[in-house]
């Protein structure tokens, strides 16, 4: 098999895309395909920790200079309403996936990583040196190969991964619905409101807009005759604070952006040889505020362990079992604890029995979102 590149990246959402750049600074030659093309919006919650800005920066994103929202504060809300309020002792800042994914593209691009937008990989064949991609716009060679697929893709169901073939349950079955609106949140705080069956949060981007994104059931959708503004109307409003969003915002899109079949189930790292990184190596619940870190210290790790495999005998194996053990040590506990406290939210009377006992004990508080938050990396 001919290889035409030391490193194939399969998506380029956050992950993808700054494992390209710290690749192409080492003078890999590195490919990317992603399904999409720049700029393009995403379902996202749009914040991330402090512990990200170190690493952003070196990378090149100027995100001290953009004028971004410090936010150091977390409300939540209950289903009748009922609020409490948290400190983030790391606090984070928030910024549209729309601006930052683009910014990255651009750096990739002018260091060299060789792109192709609009593709659709449709199959990926492990051989004995490496990898083929294919695509619909052709074939490809590489030596190493990471999915950073997003959430749930026609590779995860081609590959078999076992989340993939599960049957609906109480991690797998979830809707993610996002738009961008006008309304007068404050600049430091990050709010998650509760509804049932569902939470929904808010925070300020740049140019003092807010991302407004929820997650909840199918089944909520379902029985609202499969109707975004229905089930919003009927489920949503029942919290007096995401009625008075809905009904006083001023909303950018003519239309929210939705994703389904989202799942929170367990998912390997290293699948037919090929390093997962970001959503496709595991997922960590949108209340924990830290999927989008979470995608970028995962691609540091996964970089750190392919730098060691091209300098250190190219031995697969060793660079499989240290990327998984790693990845392991780094995010296990953050998302077993985001999966277990996920199961406290959108359930009314769980839900205030929680929050009541987060605000009675606010250093056991402190310690709970501490776990869903690294250390800058």
Not at 40 to 58: D, M, T, W
Not at 71 to 89: D, T, V, W
Request: aromatic content about 12%; glycine content about 8%.
């Amino acid at each position: 098999m001919k290889v035409e590149f030391d490193i194939a990246i399969i998506g380029g959402g956050l992950a993808g895309l700054s494992l390209s750049i710290q690749c192409a600074d080492a003078g890999y030659k590195t490919i990317l395909f992603e399904k999409e093309t720049y700029p393009f919006h995403k379902v996202c919650g749009e914040y991330i920790s402090n512990e990200s800005l170190p690493f952003l920066e070196k990378l090149g994103v100027p995100i001290s200079t953009w004028g971004l929202p410090n936010i150091n504060e977390l409300k939540i809300s209950a289903q009748n309403g009922r609020s409490y309020q948290f400190s983030l002792p790391l606090g984070g800042f928030g910024i549209s996936r729309y601006k930052l994914d683009e910014y990255l593209y651009r750096i990739a691009r002018d260091k060299g990583v060789t792109f192709f937008t609009g593709t659709k990989v449709q199959d990926l064949v492990f051989k004995t040196n490496g990898f083929e991609i294919i695509t619909d716009n052709g074939s490809y060679n590489s030596r190493i190969a990471a999915g950073s697929f997003g959430k749930k893709s026609n590779l995860d169901i081609h590959l078999s991964r076992p989340f993939a073939k599960a049957k609906p349950n109480a991690l797998n079955n979830f809707i993610g619905v996002k738009y961008h609106i006008r309304y007068p949140h404050p600049r430091n705080q990050i709010a998650l409101h509760n509804f049932d069956n569902g939470y929904c949060g808010i925070e300020e981007i740049e140019n003092g807009d807010c991302c407004l994104c929820y997650l909840t059931t199918a089944e909520n959708l379902r029985k609202s005759g499969n109707t975004i503004p229905e089930m919003e109307e009927q489920i949503l409003w029942k919290n007096p604070f995401l009625k008075d969003i809905f009904n006083n915002a001023e909303f950018i899109y003519k239309k929210p952006l939705t994703i389904s079949q989202i799942s929170f189930q367990k998912k390997s790292q290293i699948e037919e040889h090929m390093l997962c990184v970001g959503d496709a190596a595991g997922m960590i619940t949108p209340l924990c505020g830290n999927g989008m870190s979470m995608a970028l210290h995962g691609s540091k790790i996964a970089f750190q362990n392919i730098d060691y495999y091209f300098k250190n005998g190219q031995n697969r194996s060793v660079l499989e079992s240290n990327y998984e053990l790693q990845w392991k040590k780094q995010f296990a506990k953050r998302v077993f604890v985001g999966r277990t406290i996920q199961r406290l939210f959108g359930k009314d009377y769980v839900t205030n029995l929680f929050l009541q006992f987060m605000q009675y004990f606010p250093s056991l508080s402190r310690k709970l979102i501490n776990t869903t938050h690294g250390k800058p990396f």
